[in-house]
Nanobody
Framework: QVQVVESGGGLVQAGGSLRLSCAAS????????MGWFRQAPGKEREFVAA????????YYTDSVKGRFTISRDNAKNTVYLQMNSLKPEDTAVYYC???????????????????WGQGTQVTVSS
């Protein structure tokens, strides 16, 4: 089993910044991908960003490119999502996800992830 724990959500004004953290622990995979998804009220969950542990390839949804940055700390088995220039439409529950980096990996798709965190609320006021 793998435990995935997010932290760092909160309330911020439009234009502000937040940094989310996500730590994976337990029987982790030797090669894996970690991603962030979000779900706003009344909407489906959507992909935000992902990073491969090996090589550090990153992936972003178009709406956050240039504003959000995903990064990793290998020593801490932790991934971060730095969110700048936040907009009210970024308001959502943000979920961290963890999965094996298998051949044919589709990091933007939620079926690529086996373990999910409990979610952390991000609220951006206008």
């Amino acid at each position: 089993q793998v435990q995935v724990v997010e932290s760092g959500g909160g309330l911020v004004q439009a234009g502000g910044s937040l940094r989310l953290s996500c730590a994976a622990s337990g029987r982790t995979f030797s090669s894996y991908v970690m991603g962030w998804f979000r779900q706003a009220p009344g909407k489906e969950r959507e992909f935000v960003a992902a990073i491969r542990w090996s090589g550090g390839n990153t992936y972003y949804t178009d709406s956050v490119k240039g504003r959000f940055t995903i990064s990793r700390d290998n020593a801490k088995n932790t991934v971060y999502l730095q969110m700048n220039s936040l907009k009210p439409e970024d308001t959502a529950v943000y979920y961290c996800a963890y999965g094996p980096a298998l051949s044919g990996l589709a990091p933007r798709r939620d079926f690529s992830y086996d373990y999910w965190g409990q979610g952390t609320q991000v609220t951006v006021s206008s």
